[in-house]
């Protein structure tokens, strides 16, 4: 490739890597696509460095666009749940780019789904086709390291990526356990966010909390530990702890959904949905999503739908990346 772009997903957990070819007039397509762990590295430059050279390219990208999880300000990242403090112009300078763009990782999500197939996606509830209009708003969801929201507002002529923090809003119980809960994680963390347990080490937040309601022994577990346990058992506690974490999931999505607007749709994104994709379309996710008071009938019209590519936060960084080359823009 002559003229090509570097491309990331930077999460608390792993960093994602592909290149994207500006002259190829096929589409935008991921080149050479891999995943990392994000801890196996001291800090970004060194895993761009990494990467690259396995690729083999000789000259140096053209330019480079990183989706990353956290707030960005001018072209600037501290990531909340990984350490990693850069900037575009920082990582420009040691990795020889001339142009370094990042953005947040719902952001690049959210660039995404207009390129994403039938595939690429699992309806989750009721399948409610989306209707066709001038106007389009959806929001983003989705629990992994942390807990991303965020959303877009379409045109026919231009897509508005929505960008928040809302994984850091604060919880809301629906029921007399989740307030057990509650008082359980105040007394731990004193604010407590729906990122607390919506989320790997929300995970493991919920486990203790519902074993001090449940007056059970609490078992030392990771976010894997307590999936798997629950996949395999899901009238055990773990079970319950994950039909938990679904159902508040639920009241979650629909709370971003009525507070965006987003009629058109809720997207659920992140590294945790996939792996558990059965269990959450039969737990009291929609449940949750729906139980909206007298807005019931209003939460039952909109679609919830599951990303299960891997790749959409690079897909969506590619799009970025070509449309600042001033290159093409078709689907892939």
């Given at each position: 490739m002559n003229r090509y772009a570097l491309v990331a997903d930077a999460g608390g957990t792993n960093i994602r890597f592909a290149l994207v070819d500006l002259d190829d007039t096929a589409g935008v397509i991921l080149r050479a696509p891999r995943k990392c762990v994000s801890r196996n590295f001291a800090g970004v430059e060194d895993a761009v460095r990494s990467y690259l050279t396995d690729q083999g390219?000789?000259?140096?990208?053209?330019?480079?666009?990183?989706?990353?999880?956290?707030?960005?300000?001018?072209?600037?990242?501290?990531?909340?749940?990984?350490?990693?403090?850069?900037?575009?112009?920082?990582?420009?300078?040691?990795s020889n780019i001339a142009q370094v763009r990042l953005i947040n990782d719902y952001e690049a999500i959210a660039r995404s789904v207009p390129r994403l197939s039938k595939d690429d996606?699992?309806?989750?509830?009721?399948?409610?086709?989306?209707?066709?209009?001038?106007?389009?708003?959806?929001?983003?969801?989705?629990?992994?390291?942390?807990?991303?929201?965020?959303?877009?507002?379409?045109?026919?002529?231009?897509?508005?990526?929505?960008?928040?923090?809302?994984?850091?809003?604060?919880?809301?119980?629906?029921?007399?356990?989740?307030?057990?809960?509650?008082?359980?994680?105040?007394?731990?963390?004193?604010?407590?966010?729906?990122?607390r347990m919506l989320s790997g080490p929300g995970l493991v937040n919920l486990h203790e909390a519902l074993s001090a309601v449940e007056g059970a022994a609490f078992e030392h577990l990771g976010p894997h530990d307590i999936t798997a346990q629950a996949l395999a058992n899901p009238n055990a506690h773990c079970g319950r702890v994950l039909s938990r974490f679904c159902a508040i999931l639920g009241a979650v999505a629909g709370d971003v959904a009525l507070i965006f607007g987003a009629r058109d749709g809720v997207m659920l994104a992140g590294g945790i949905l996939p792996a558990v994709a059965d269990f959450l379309e039969q737990s009291d996710f929609r449940a949750g999503f729906e139980a909206k008071g007298r807005f019931e009938n209003y939460m039952k019209a909109i679609p919830t739908r599951l990303i299960v590519n891997d790749n959409a936060g690079l897909l969506g960084a590619a799009t970025l990346a070509c449309t600042m080359a001033g290159g093409h823009a078709r689907r892939r």
């Open positions: 390219q000789k000259a140096p990208p053209s330019l480079a666009v990183f989706s990353v999880a956290g707030p960005v300000r001018d072209n600037a990242i501290n990531m909340t749940n990984l350490g990693w403090n850069f900037s575009g112009e920082k990582l420009s300078a040691a996606l699992r309806e989750i509830g009721p399948r409610i086709d989306a209707k066709q209009g001038d106007h389009e708003t959806v929001a983003i969801v989705g629990p992994g390291t942390g807990l991303g929201v965020g959303g877009y507002v379409r045109s026919k002529t231009e897509m508005i990526p929505l960008v928040s923090e809302g994984g850091h809003a604060g919880f809301s119980p629906a029921d007399d356990v989740e307030i057990a809960v509650l008082q359980y994680l105040r007394g731990k963390f004193g604010h407590v966010s729906n990122e």
